[in-house]
């Protein structure tokens, strides 16, 4: 492996990432134990509810988000959780849910492979003993059953996620059976690497058209990790590429301004109205960062930062209460609609709330910030230190027997300069690797109050010294602005790891108040305009920066709102009549420049990630 995760709790969140994260724990992530059955009952907590993922999940997004935070509620919380799991094991292994008679009722092992994914991560944290001990019986357990059942359904289709607990308890423990169970899980799981060999995948799915397991949204942003992670055993090429390769098929006949794709639920195409489900999109980030840690690939880091930035954030309400189910590139409205384009997905997909569509979100969306700040830095394969993802932190290491502390202070993504501070009581040499992503041309970094150095975009820079007392790394990266063709020809704007949307003014509507557990904060909500949407740009495609001026603001108390855009971007353009609502969402852009007679009207875009609804892929205006 190129890099490996720091132990969870050796990062700690600062400036706009600490208060997100406050933001995730004060909302539905910090409280969804306490009213919402399906984890507040789990039958993984001896209760009467839902026994299959949705505990595991939340747990999986829960238990970073206490260490990271260092909440002492919250780790309780978690301790008390895991506790009752760990405390309902059987002596045969299994855990609280899975059948006592599993040759007449086969359970799909899932969630089981969820579920200790979930329980090494506290493992990490907290260093049990006792916890480690129940997820090495566990998965002994799943090792037998597997010759008489086979992986089927969920578990085949997810197989390389029981790869990350089996890879972490063979580094505990060093038992050898541990790697025979990682070969069979291989060998029983879904060949994602023959399937995008096919032409099946490139098809989008038709309208209310069929659901498969292989085109399914969340299992291929899952699969996106299963090569660097087989490449683990079998040390093949084909195995350890696979992940940009299955991302480059991703982006060209599904691919999202965002760095996602489309899946509502299943691959759906490249136009902006199509969805994308937030399970998706926390299972991308996931398998980014243990791709980049396998591969060390800049590319996949600076998709991870893309979609960190963007798709997360903006598929959540500010205050991280309410979340879609399905987020639109194009999002005009988000209501109840009967009259939808998605595939398989309900009416109720895209609107903000406790549980639209279906609750696996509600269950596996707390992932998504917690783990992307435990994969902001990483160790080297030769005792280093490497910054992977960007975003204000503080890790916290031992190298060659010396504590380093290393602090990031910066608002990127929302400017372009950090200043990274290394800090050791004793000298030390290590090498400090700084990603360099490939839009940063023109990169630069200052070490210790020296003159720039330039730094070749697309790369890891590494900085090699006797490190002594506090050093201070100052790092540039210019963001320019680019007007990049997209779906049917419209125009995307992106600058650095951001992509810019319109700024709408939006109208909250309260619904489904009688429904159960709707009671607010959690409540259920459609979102409608207030201000026009259906404006075509006057972007000069060669050199945008002539068209659009970027202005900081402040970043806000929520980072990702409207109003808290730590950025904006001025532009100009002509609203366009008959560019209307079809099917009740913005209707498809014709691939012709547009003509209008309208004035010419000063615009705001901001990031994305602060939209609640926005337009991002843009008719280009004819001059
Ligand atoms: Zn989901």
Known sequence: MAFCPLPLGSIRPLGWLQRQLRIQADGLTGHLDEFWPDVADSQWFGGKAEGWERAPYWLDGVIPLAFLLDDDALKEKVRRRVTQIVAAQRPDGWYGPYPADDRARTYDMWSILLANKALVQYHDAVGDAGVLAAVTRNLRAVL????????????????????????????????PWLLELARKLHEQGFDYQAFYA???????????????????VVNTGMAIKSGPLAWRLTRRDADREFAARMLAILDRYHGQATGMFSGDEC???????????????????????????????????????????????????????SHQYDQQVNQAQCTVN??????????????????????????????????????LWMRTADEGLAVVAYAPSEARLTVKGQPVRATLETDYPFRETMRITVSVPQPVRFPLL?????????????????????????????????????????LRLPMR?????????????????????????????RINADK???????????????????YALLADESDPSRSIRFEDRPVGAQPFSPAGAGVVGLVQG??????????????????EPAASSEPLEDLTLIPYGCTNLRVTEFPRLKT
Not at 363 to 370: L, V
Not at 443 to 471: I, K, N
Not at 516 to 534: K, M, S, Y
Request: proline residues 8%; charged residues 20%.
């Open 144 to 175: 037998d059953v597997l010759d008489r059942t086979p992986l089927f359904r969920w578990g085949a289709f997810r197989w390389f996620e029981g790869l990350v607990p089996v890879y972490y308890a063979y580094q505990c423990t060093g038992e």
């Open 267 to 321: 691959l759906a195409g490249r136009s902006p109205t199509q969805g994308t489900e937030l399970c998706a999109v926390v299972e991308a980030m996931y398998s980014l960062e243990l791709a980049a840690a396998i591969t060390g690939s800049v590319a996949l880091a600076d998709r991870l930062e893309r979609i960190a930035f963007n798709a997360l954030p903006a598929t959540f309400a500010p205050d991280m209460w």
């Open 481 to 509: 602005v680019s007007a990049r063709r997209r779906y049917n020809q419209a125009l995307a704007i992106e600058r650095g790891p951001l992509v810019y949307s319109l700024k709408v003014g939006e109208e909250w509507k």
């Open 516 to 534: 159960p557990h709707r009671e607010l904060p959690h409540g259920d909500f459609e979102v409608r305009p207030t201000t026009a949407w259906n």
């Open 338 to 375: 009967p009259d939808h384009m998605w595939t398989t997905n309900g009416p109720d997909a895209n609107i903000f709330g406790l549980e639209p569509n279906f609750g696996c979100c509600t269950a596996n969306m707390h992932q998504g910030w917690p783990k992307f700040a435990a994969h």
């Open 434 to 474: 700084v990603r360099v992503p490939a839009w940063a041309d023109g990169a630069t970094v200052q070490v210790d109050g020296g003159g720039p150095q330039s730094l070749q975009p697309g790369t890891f820079h590494r900085l090699e010294r006797e490190w002594a007392g506090d050093v201070v790394v100052a």
């Open 574 to 591: 002509r609203r366009l009549p008959n560019w209307k609502l079809e099917h009740g969402w913005a209707g498809e852009i014709a691939p």
């Open 198 to 216: 096919c032409d099946d995948v490139t098809s989008p799915t038709p309208r209310r058209g069929r659901w498969t397991w292989e085109k399914h």
